[in-house]
């Protein structure tokens, strides 16, 4: 196999080709939709009850990405996957809590920030771990961990750091993620094995699929705080710069601690820096306020252009066989 073909259990050439026009496009779409909802606030503000409705069919078509091979993976290689679950989850927490109090942030964005950084891996890791020249399949089984165990650690983890700055309802939030992410994801992989074939000819649109359903959580998200986005926009983008950063630079350094194999360590590396910011932007405008979804929003748009740039860099780079 060359080294640009897709590992066991990764993506076909199809879904490759469409998953990688979609991360390019991805930023671009966003930003319409941060547009769209800025300038036309009243239109948009009407999509808001809809943002849940729209994570779920994000989640949806993630659980039909998924296959057996990629839940076996799991069990055949637990280190790496536990690894990059951990560093998920201890490594962004702590970094949006750090940077809320290193940046004087006000209690709704510190919040928001935060939460970004208590939620599972974003779906858009593991076509960039694959451009990366990581390991597509590793990727895959990492965010399908951390996305089932968000309805528990996502609100615990909130609960603790961000607690501190506004009141934290973790049973309903748990409750909530558990409907818009395992319900969803669930009933997915249950068409994927039942439907095969008709699942197959879907895959590549799916892509396509999210990148929209995430443009109008972003539309509705920016119309909500649109009064607020000139005065808080600087500090939230510097927050979300330093917070994506330090996932990608922090998780590659701790597989590289942990002795793990290059590819490994992109892989861990784009799977920690980019989260599952949609899923944020939602949670805090159901239990904190528009404007601590802002992070979520921006988010969104900045670590599909980082990730881009990363994995740019990466396939220039030689990979250590060793």
């Known amino acids: 196999?060359?080294?640009?073909?897709?590992?066991?259990?990764?993506?076909?050439?199809?879904?490759?080709?469409?998953?990688?026009?979609a991360v390019t496009v991805f930023p671009v779409l966003i930003l319409l939709g941060a547009a769209a909802g800025f300038w036309l606030p009243e239109t948009f503000g009407a999509v808001a009850p809809a943002i849940n409705p729209l994570l779920g069919v994000i989640m949806f078509g993630m659980g039909l990405t998924l296959t057996p091979p990629d839940v076996r993976l799991v069990a055949t290689r637990p280190v790496p996957v536990l690894l990059g679950v951990l560093a998920?989850?201890?490594?962004?927490?702590?970094?949006?809590?750090?940077i809320a109090v290193a940046l004087g942030l006000p209690?709704?964005?510190?919040?928001g920030v935060i939460l970004v950084g208590c939620a599972?891996?974003?779906?858009?890791?593991?076509?960039?771990a694959y451009l990366a020249k990581g390991d597509t399949a590793l990727s895959v089984a990492m965010t399908t961990v951390s996305t089932l165990l968000a309805p528990l650690l996502t609100p615990l983890l909130t609960l603790w750091l961000a607690g501190r700055y506004m009141p934290v309802d973790g049973a309903g939030m748990a409750l909530t993620i558990a409907q818009i992410v395992l319900v969803p994801v669930a009933l997915g992989l249950a068409v994927r094995i039942l439907l095969p074939r008709l699942v197959a000819r879907a895959l590549?649109?799916?892509?396509?699929?999210?990148?929209?359903?995430?443009?109008?959580?972003?539309?509705?998200?920016?119309?909500?705080?649109?009064?607020?986005?000139?005065?808080?926009?600087?500090?939230?983008?510097a927050a979300v710069v330093l917070h994506n950063a330090f996932g990608f630079a922090l998780g590659y350094g701790a597989a590289t601690v942990t002795g793990q194999p290059e590819r490994v360590r992109r892989t861990v590396s784009v799977e920690v820096g980019m989260q599952n910011s949609g899923l944020a932007a939602g949670l805090a405008t159901a239990?904190?306020?528009?404007?601590?979804?802002?992070?979520?929003?921006?988010?969104?748009?900045?670590h599909n252009i980082a990730g881009a740039i990363a994995a740019a860099v990466l396939r220039r780079r030689p990979i250590d066989r060793r």
């Open 1 to 21: 196999m060359s080294t640009n073909d897709p590992a066991p259990g990764g993506p076909t050439a199809a879904e490759e080709r469409s998953g990688r026009t």
């Open 88 to 98: 998920q989850f201890v490594i962004m927490p702590l970094a949006g809590w750090l």
């Open 107 to 111: 209690a709704e964005l510190a919040a």
């Open 120 to 128: 599972p891996g974003g779906t858009a890791s593991n076509v960039v």
């Open 204 to 237: 590549p649109v799916l892509p396509w699929i999210s990148v929209i359903a995430i443009a109008l959580v972003v539309a509705a998200v920016v119309s909500g705080s649109a009064d607020a986005i000139v005065e808080a926009g600087p500090a939230v983008l």
């Open 287 to 302: 239990y904190f306020s528009p404007l601590a979804a802002l992070p979520g929003a921006v988010f969104s748009v900045w």
